[in-house]
């Protein structure tokens, strides 16, 4: 199936699209400053770069797009029909990376969290704080909130 929009104008779109400092990111670090937190932003010298990092709690936050880290059984994620094979492979790539950076996190001893942006829409993301704060205080290597599981509190 061909694209329904012209070359140009979804190579603008697509250089649209933020790596860092995203709407959801944003949601994520406003939560973690009232919460009284402080942290450091896109550490490049850790694997990943993680969004938020905690270095003296040595605590690493991913914040993920539902959609380019293909979060599962989540309503935000919608297959491409167009080039459905090149964003396939882009898209597990995409997952592969992730798993990379944090299994070599946890082999430095750091703690991580993953929280994926539809925890930051809607109803749901009042709930966000408190989730994450009970996550940073607990001694879980490894977490994940996403919306679901601020439904079920």
Do not use: Q
């Amino acid at each position: 199936m061909t694209d329904i929009v012209a070359r140009e104008k979804r190579s603008r779109m697509m250089a649209g699209i933020r790596g860092k400092d995203t709407k959801p990111e944003l949601i994520v670090r406003k939560a973690l400053f009232a919460a009284g937190y402080r942290f450091r932003l896109h550490r490049r010298d850790l694997p990943g770069a993680p969004d938020v990092v905690m270095p003296g709690r040595k605590v690493a936050i991913f914040v993920h797009g539902c959609f380019w880290h293909s979060h599962s059984d989540c309503g935000l994620v919608k297959a491409p029909a167009t080039n459905a094979e090149f964003w396939r492979a882009k898209l597990a790539g995409n997952v592969e990376r992730d798993c990379r950076a944090i299994a070599a996190l946890r082999s430095a001893g750091w703690r991580v969290l993953v929280v994926w942006e539809c925890a930051t829409k809607g109803k749901v993301a009042g709930r966000l704080t408190e989730n994450l704060v009970e996550w940073i205080a607990g001694s879980r290597p490894l977490g994940e909130i996403p919306a679901s599981a601020l439904r079920n509190h």
